[in-house]
């Protein structure tokens, strides 16, 4: 009788024991998928309010319409853009200041744009933050602060502030930072502190190291701005090579580069030290809104080219319970659009445009192939334009698609995102 209830448990429990076994891993796969997360990050490079730009702006069109175009492209938990210029109220600089045409400054009628179109993430550490003392750059800081729509990269705001910030985005904690190799007038900073992330040599190098190895230990995203590199140059400089070397040491995930105005090649490196991913490195990404191209007969192209680069991390929950760093990064995918710097006069009658000056100037970010196509729409169906109109939009329709092809170049064709044109 004993014997067989012995025999009886097995047949009992063994459905109960494989159901548990299987409930269990189909559970766990369940749960595996129900913790994937997706980050995703827009960005592009240098906004330079040059006093052209500026006239266009006040005159023609303001800038939320010289960037609505690109507003249905410039989406994600992140939108990030160069901020290469100080913001005053009421477009004053500070009293006894001096004002020459290559020291920046806005109002905040550019932060309004800014917002109503997505951006969201700006970088503050460059060469021109301190253009206007630290007067300048305080006012700027303040104004930022103030409207508290966006994370600001580069500055410390007092000497106990830690260097870095913290955003959390679908439950991913994510660390930012920002730094720059270049600074005008920077013997203008606090003698007191550091009030930019700037970098000059093997000390500051040092101290950067620390930093990201901190942000690095509770963070599951690092992300690095870095404007550094020579102006002008296709290459990184050397200086920039050891900040990757760097960057690899310290477990950074993705470098936004910027400052030579022209764009430069993506690097994917592989995983490097204790990192098990690897990084992502984006050298330059040329030029998002400017007036250059204007004086540069050598290289006018390539400062009126630029691109929005997009980009999606994807993230594993590691642990059911909080910790330090609860997800790891499993993967990293980019791609990109071809931007070009629209800069013309809107009439090619000589006495207006001399007349009315930068009014007239059409200057705005456009998707380059867009572009392309809207000026063979016009050349195709337009019999109404005189000769001198028809030589212009086929001169420029060869310079653009010139442009295009070079882009792809440099930045490869395997990532290269469609554009939707509007009709």
């Known amino acids: ?34 913790n994937k997360r997706t980050i995703t990050l ?28 690109l507003q249905d492209y410039l989406r994600g938990d992140l939108v990030f853009v160069n901020l290469e210029t100080t913001i005053f109220p009421q477009h004053q600089p500070p009293a006894n200041s001096v004002d020459w045409p290559m020291f920046f400054r806005e109002s905040d009628d550019l932060l309004r744009a800014l917002k109503k179109t997505g951006f969201n993430v700006l970088n503050i550490a460059n060469n021109h933050i301190m253009d206007y ?32 910030v913290t955003l959390v985005r679908n439950g991913i904690k994510i660390g930012l930072i920002g730094y720059t190799t270049n600074l005008n007038l920077r013997h203008r900073m606090p003698v007191e502190y550091p ?24 963070h599951d995203l690092l992300i690095v701005s870095m404007h550094w590199g020579e102006e002008y140059s296709p290459e990184p400089d050397g200086l920039n090579q050891k900040l990757i070397h760097l960057f690899q040491e310290t477990g950074v995930d993705v470098v936004l580069g910027h400052h030579p105005h022209v764009l430069q090649p993506v690097l994917s490196l592989p995983p490097s030290g204790k990192k098990k991913g690897g990084m992502l490195v984006i050298q330059s990404m040329g030029n998002f809104l400017s007036n250059q191209g204007q004086g540069f007969p050598n290289t006018t192209a390539p400062l009126r080219q630029g691109a929005i680069f997009q980009i999606q991390f994807h993230f594993l929950q590691k642990s059911e319970f909080p910790s330090k760093k609860q997800f790891e990064l499993v993967g990293v995918q980019w791609q990109y659009l071809p931007l070009w710097t629209r800069n013309r006069y809107r009439s090619l009658d000589k006495e207006s445009v001399v007349k009315r000056g930068f009014d007239r100037r059409d200057i705005q970010p456009v998707l380059l192939l867009c572009e392309i196509q809207q000026i063979q ?47």
């Open 377 to 423: 729409e016009q050349l195709r169906s337009s019999s109404a334009l005189s000769w001198q109109e028809r030589f212009y939009k086929q001169k420029e329709l060869f310079f653009l698609t010139q442009s295009y092809q070079r882009v792809q170049e440099v930045l490869g064709r395997e990532n290269l995102l469609p554009a939707r044109c509007r009709p």
């Open 195 to 218: 009030a930019v992330h700037y970098i000059q040599g093997l000390p500051d190098m040092e101290q950067m190291a620390r930093d990201l190895s901190r942000l690095r230990s509770t």
């Open 1 to 34: 009788m004993f014997s067989e209830q012995i025999r009886f448990i097995p047949l009992f429990f063994g459905p109960l024991l494989v159901f548990f076994l299987f409930g269990k891993v189909s559970l766990s796969a369940k749960a595996l998928q129900q």
């Open 133 to 164: 003392g630290n007067e300048g750059w305080q006012q700027t800081v303040a104004i930022l602060k103030k409207w508290n729509n966006f994370t600001v990269l580069g500055i410390r705001r007092h000497p106990r502030h830690l260097p870095g």
């Open 42 to 69: 827009s960005a592009v490079g240098d906004l330079i309010p040059h006093i052209p730009v500026k006239a266009a702006a006040r005159q023609s069109i303001n800038y939320h319409d010289m960037f609505s175009d």
